[in-house]
């Protein structure tokens, strides 16, 4: 899943950052950091299921899961079986 | 002892001067909202008291007493003052919650012009608009929102200065950009206050509403009396507590409540500069001892979500008086709250319009769950009928809630907009918008908006504003965007649209268009939820019928669709 893992970062470097952002990594905290919002989670969440064509059921998409790169591709691990 | 005491009391013998008096205010003088904030609080002998504790999400802290805050203040005043920023101009905040945007605010204030605080997730047509309405001169950002500024700063030929607080120097600044850096500025001691009246204005703060562009909700430096007493007497504040107020001063209750309440009453306070974690959260108020925490019924669903056994690992012993706001706090999060804490989340219920808190329940009252409270000591409210606009008399009966003029933080004018500002009146009633109604103990019970206003998480989203940025994707031919029921905000924003040709339905594209509001607008206002169809429905004018898209969301009754399709 090293591909994945840059899959979500390069998304999330080019959805949700600035310009003139920080550089970010697979472990900078994006929820609680303040990077991704709970709403913009929401469009976070359905590009993971478009791209891996998996559902994601909401009581799983918890900020908690969705805090880091790393996390969120281990989530979606967890749903590729 | 809270600091009401006896509620019924207060009602009896209430009067304005009560905190006139307490702020030594007199009709006629002076009265600047940044100087009672910082410059009063140290010639009361507090110059050496915490003022703000903050921290953000990388673990970073920064502490500033009284003093501190006085010497910022007239920095960056002096700064602004230097750029020949002056009585009047509008400032724009535009800054994520560092300490710059609350110091900036009293900055503003302390030299006569009006602060106009911005959510820094605005997009950059969001942002356009807010800026164009109210001709701002100047705005204070930080370099991760600059871009916002920079993508539409050709259209706001009026904003003279862009102020960058962070600057590092790593590229240079470009078109109208300044640096500012409060940590390498030389402190400013003196400065000479703007000698602001009673109805000089302080804060312009963007509201929506159904119809037309966001509402600049102009306030006045007298809004001080209203938000000192209400601070005082609803969140109880004194002279030892540490307070949290986690909203944001993009919005209204981040700087009635976040800024000029608790430092006008010479309290400590702390914010947390990070995105919602309820692990976070906890552990914020068990390092700070937050005595008094004022949230949303959005944030404390999700620490409901989170469960209670996270709140039994942290010591959150030193909490002593919660309170809510944005939204109605339904009764279950009420009575979970006093389990879990110790105490009960108290709903306070008010508006941008408002100023400051107009229903509440208080410290010491019987508390009904689900239930608003009653009214504040001065202000008349009541629920009008919805066609006569005559009070509603019986008891359970559901009305439109009103309230009578002439309270101090009443909004004086919604900016540029003199005709949407009367309409907001009826009979001699202040319309909030909202219906509720009123049980035989006086206690008022929420049961919506009057209009199509989207309440999400506690702010309010526009559907036309949403409409209209809709029609700018390249797929979309036609859009109606309404509430759709949410567990935890409550609402969120749903969009039916028609496509153009050319266009394929399905996921890709929806979180196109998805992405594509976030970034404009913002990621409030982004759908969450997109439905293709065919056609949306109309009135015989050819008007969408949004009412008909909502009933069917909430599982409403629709009715005889002819009238509606005659009346809108």
């Not at chain 2, 009067?15 to 009063?40: H, M, P, Q, T």
């Not at chain 2, 030892?240 to 909203?247: F, I, K, S």
Request: aromatic share 10%; glycine share 8%; proline share 5%.
């Amino acid at each position: 899943m090293e591909d994945a893992k840059d899959v979500v970062l390069n998304y999330i470097i080019e959805e949700y950052l600035e310009e003139e952002d920080d550089e970010i990594t697979y472990d900078t905290p994006l929820i609680s950091g303040g990077i991704v919002d709970s709403f913009s989670m929401v469009s976070l969440k359905r590009f993971l299921e478009n791209k891996y064509q998996i559902s994601i059921p909401d009581d799983k998409a918890t900020p908690e899961a969705f805090d880091t790169v790393n996390s969120i591709v281990a989530l979606v691990k967890s749903f590729l079986g | 002892m809270t600091n009401i005491g006896s509620y019924a009391e207060r009602v009896k013998n209430f009067d304005w001067s009560i905190s006139e008096k307490e702020l030594a205010f007199k009709d006629g003088n002076v009265i600047n909202i940044g100087w009672y904030c910082s410059d009063r609080i140290c010639q009361l002998g507090m110059a050496d008291k915490p003022a703000l504790l903050w921290e953000n999400a990388a673990g970073r802290e920064k502490r500033y007493t009284y003093d501190d805050v006085r010497l910022t203040t007239n920095t960056i005043g002096a700064f602004l003052r230097g750029l020949g920023i002056g009585d009047g101009d509008r400032v724009c905040l535009f800054m994520d919650k560092i300490p710059e945007l609350y110091l900036g605010f009293l900055g503003v204030l302390k030299i006569g012009a009006i602060a106009q605080p911005l959510f820094s997730a605005f997009g950059d047509e969001a942002l356009r608009i807010r800026l164009s309405d109210a001709g701002t001169a100047a705005i204070i950002t930080q370099r991760k929102h600059v871009a916002k500024v920079r993508k539409m700063l050709d259209q706001v030929p009026h904003l003279r200065h862009v102020i960058l607080v962070d600057y590092d120097g790593r590229k240079p600044l470009r078109d109208r950009e300044v640096a500012f850096s409060l940590e390498q500025a030389e402190p400013v001691q003196e400065l000479e206050i703007f000698p602001t009246k009673a109805e000089s204005p302080s804060v312009l703060h963007y509201t929506s509403g159904t119809t037309g562009q966001p509402k600049g909700v102009k306030h006045v430096h007298y809004a001080l009396i209203a938000q000192y007493l209400s601070t005082k007497w609803v969140l109880d504040l004194q002279p030892d507590d540490v307070y949290w107020c986690t909203a944001d001063p993009g919005w209204v209750t981040g700087t009635s409540y976040g800024i000029i309440g608790p430092w006008s009453l010479g309290v400590t306070q702390c914010v947390l500069d990070a995105g919602f974690s309820a692990e976070a959260w906890y552990r914020f108020i068990e390092k700070h001892k937050v005595t008094v925490w004022y949230s949303a019924p959005t944030a404390i669903r999700s620490l409901m979500k989170a469960g209670d056994d996270l709140v039994r690992k942290f010591d959150l012993s030193s909490l002593r008086h919660l309170a809510s706001v944005g939204e109605p706090l339904n009764a279950e999060a009420v009575v979970w709250s006093k389990n879990v804490y110790g105490h009960p989340f108290l709903d306070t219920y008010w508006q941008t319009e408002t100023g400051s808190i107009m229903l509440t329940n208080f410290p010491g009252m019987e508390i009904k769950p689900g239930s608003m409270g009653k009214a504040f000591p001065g202000i008349t409210a009541t629920v009008l009928d919805t066609k006569t606009y005559e009070p509603i008399t019986e008891p359970g009966r559901v009305g439109l809630i009103a309230f009578k003029p002439g309270w101090p933080s009443m909004m004086r004018a919604y900016w540029n907009n003199e005709a949407t500002y009367q309409a907001k009146f009826r009979n001699g009633w202040y319309l909030s918008g909202d219906r509720s109604s009123i049980d035989k103990d006086g206690y008022f019970w929420f049961t919506g908006r009057d209009d199509d206003v989207i309440n999400t998480a506690g702010h309010l989203v526009s559907p036309f504003e949403v409409e209209s940025a809709l029609l700018e994707h390249e797929a979309v031919a036609e859009s109606a965007v309404v509430a759709k029921p949410d567990e935890v905000n409550m609402e969120v924003v749903k969009a039916f649209v028609t496509l153009k040709p050319g266009f394929d339905a399905g996921a890709d594209l929806e979180l196109n268009i998805m992405n594509f509001i976030r970034k404009k607008l913002s990621p409030l206002a982004m759908p969450q939820e997109i439905e293709y169809v065919d056609s949306l429905p109309k009135t015989r004018s050819g008007k969408i019928m949004r009412r008909l898209l909502h009933a069917r969301e909430w599982g409403e009754e629709i009715g005889d669709i002819s009238t509606l399709e005659d009346d809108e």
